[in-house]
T-cell receptor, first 116, second 115 residues
Framework: GAGVSQSPSNKVTEKGKDVELRCDPI?????LYWYRQRLGQGLEFLIY??????PDKSGLPSDRFSAERTGESVSTLTIQRTQQEDSAVYLC????WGQGTRQPQHFGDGTRLSIL | KQEVTQIPAALSVPEGENLVLNCSFT??????LQWFRQDPGKGLTSLLL?????REQTSGRLNASLDKSSGRSTLYIAASQPGDSATYLC??????????????FGKGTKLSVIP
């Protein structure tokens, strides 16, 4: 498949545990985004990676959230000491750079995270 | 802060009808606007992307318009089919500057097309 791949598709964990979510962008896409979609809410921007530039972390809701990306490949989003309000679908998107922000973002199917 | 509103929140129509979904945004300084479709349990599928300099984009039975000055976009679906049933999301990207790569999303319109 040539699309954005996210794993796991579903994750259920106990409050207080750490979780790690993975995103494989489309090959050749230099820009990678993480969003969160809570029930009944619109998508919220979390973090943005562009090539080797410093990521924009301005959307991360707390210091329990962090993300990494190696070069232009896989990204992981880590949530430490999970809370029930972290329950949401976490969506990853990628886009080519090319003409910069003129490119559409392509989304994965998301990871549905449930905190018990 | 940009805010995106989609009306109606839900819409049910009989098969074959033409329909219009509405999106409004508060800050007209946008770079582009994108319409997505989201099926239950799935990610977002990009339908149409309209750059700020454009007025409309068409793809098959879909037509999206953009009136940047008034902060509005519409998604027109012709001859609706049951397979069009999904949630439709509108998202805007801010003008060049801080955060311009971020998309600000509306909460979506849930469309049901009844056979």
């Amino acid at each position: 498949g040539a699309g954005v791949s996210q794993s796991p598709s579903n994750k259920v964990t106990e409050k207080g545990k750490d979780v790690e979510l993975r995103c494989d962008p489309i090959s050749g896409h230099t820009a990678l985004y993480w969003y969160r979609q809570r029930l009944g809410q619109g998508l919220e921007f979390l973090i943005y990676f562009q090539g080797n530039s410093a990521p924009d972390k301005s959307g991360l809701p707390s210091d329990r959230f962090s993300a990494e990306r190696t070069g232009e490949s896989v990204s992981t989003l880590t949530i430490q000491r999970t809370q029930q309000e972290d329950s949401a679908v976490y969506l990853c998107a990628s886009s080519p750079w090319g003409q910069g922000t003129r490119q559409p973002q392509h989304f994965g199917d998301g990871t549905r995270l449930s905190i018990l | 802060k940009q805010e995106v509103t989609q009306i109606p929140a839900a819409l049910s129509v009989p098969e074959g009808e033409n329909l219009v979904l509405n999106c409004s945004f508060t800050d007209s300084a946008i770079y582009n606007l994108q319409w997505f479709r989201q099926d239950p349990g799935k990610g977002l599928t990009s339908l149409l992307l309209i750059q700020s300099s454009q007025r409309e984009q068409t793809s098959g039975r879909l037509n999206a318009s953009l009136d940047k000055s008034s902060g509005r976009s519409t998604l027109y679906i012709a001859a609706s089919q049951p397979g069009d049933s999904a949630t439709y999301l509108c998202a805007v990207r801010g003008a060049p500057g801080a955060g311009s790569y971020q998309l600000t999303f509306g909460k979506g319109t849930k469309l049901s097309v009844i056979p």
